[in-house]
């Protein structure tokens, strides 16, 4: 799978832009705020429906227009692909494939794949347990379409349980509408426990010979799935602790309290490792992720790099570039120096200036 090209209408600093991309290793460069994440932003958002940055449609849509338009042009097996998105700012997004309208995400999830890597992610393992969380529900939500429909389904109910607990303080008579909405919340969530238990071993079993050459082999690094609850006294910890949610008014237990741990040589990197150990083992885990996508899609995902070579010392530099091999990767920074440093091939080159983009070669 590649990206062809992209165009843009009204997308954040962009009034128009129709970039092609080369199927090897793309570089935009450029000052800070001029617009280099922004496209990797709009590939996100094809790919994916959301915001690598959490940001709402409303705040991608430029900020003098009610509506943006993101076109993306897909190449899978000689196959070309179309996607276009309409964002608008006070309205739920449109979604089409080739032309036809899909009423649902999931219908798009899995087209293409990508794989986002950006500075804030070097501190993924020693950041709180909410970026581990959404790294694996952002990786199994591209892969698992069933795993998608259940964590929405978990996040929607988490909602209105949380919305309950706070309206039974005014009015306690809904308390007994509370087991219903407790019964759903282990069905939904029990299946969110067991992916993601299955998704710790797959990244395990691949991270650890990644990590142990980016160690030079001085590291061997496993990653353990820390549930808030088992499966098995999911409901009986719901039951136990319904006294405690309503005096809190919010959810106490659940996948959405879940960790994940990162063990270096026997030890909690997140709480004892050096920062060196915890940027290596983030890398590691992006590197991973790439590998897996491979491994259940059977196909290569488009690798969105922004800006984070300048975080990495050389060593770790030359090891993710060689790392690449044959997917598409597109690049940001700020200056091309590192690559011709490292002699690294550039298929395409392109210069960022104030929200418009001028191919050099």
Request: charged share 30%.
């Amino acid at each position: 799978m590649i990206i062809k090209s992209l165009e843009l209408a009204d997308f954040r600093n962009y009034e128009t832009l129709d970039i092609s991309f080369d199927k090897g290793t793309n570089i935009l460069y450029g000052d800070n705020a001029q617009g280099k994440t922004n496209i990797l932003e709009a590939i996100y958002v094809s790919a994916t429906t959301k915001s690598h940055k959490g940001s709402k449609d409303k705040e991608i849509v430029n900020f003098n227009k009610e509506e943006a338009h993101i076109r993306t042009y897909l190449e899978k097996e000689d196959e070309e692909i179309r996607v276009d998105m309409h964002l608008r700012k006070n309205k739920s997004k449109g979604i089409a494939i080739d032309g036809q309208k899909i009423k649902k995400a999931a219908e798009l999830l899995g087209l293409l794949n990508v794989v986002f890597f950006s500075p804030e992610d070097l501190g993924i393992i020693k950041n709180g347990p909410s970026e581990r969380r959404r790294f694996a529900d952002m990786e199994l939500c591209q892969l698992d379409n069933f795993y998608l429909y259940n964590l929405n389904s978990y996040n929607k109910i988490i909602n209105q349980r949380n919305k309950l607990l706070k309206d039974m303080y005014f009015n306690p008579g809904l308390r007994e509408t509370l087991n219903i909405w407790d019964s759903q919340l282990v069905s939904f969530g029990s299946k969110i426990i067991e992916r993601r238990i299955q998704f710790a071993v797959q990244m395990s079993e691949i991270i650890y010979d990644i990590h142990k050459k980016l160690s030079g082999g001085k590291e061997e690094l496993v990653i353990k799935y820390e549930p808030d609850v088992s499966i098995d006294d999911f409901e009986r910890l719901m039951n136990l602790n319904q006294e405690r949610d309503i005096k809190l008014k919010q959810t106490t237990t659940g996948p959405h309290r879940d960790d994940f741990s990162f063990i270096v040589n026997g030890i909690d990197i997140r709480k004892y490792g050096s920062q060196g150990q915890q940027r290596t083992a983030a890398l590691s885990l992006k590197l991973a992720e790439i590998e897996l996508v491979k491994k259940i899609s059977k196909d290569t995902p488009v690798l969105l790099l922004d800006d984070v070579l300048s975080e990495l010392d050389s060593n770790r530099q030359n090891y993710l570039l060689n790392s690449i091999g044959d997917i598409q990767t597109i690049i940001t920074c700020t200056g091309l120096d590192e690559f011709i440093n490292n002699r690294f091939e550039i298929n395409k080159i392109f210069k960022v200036t104030d929200g418009s983009v001028v191919c050099e070669n």
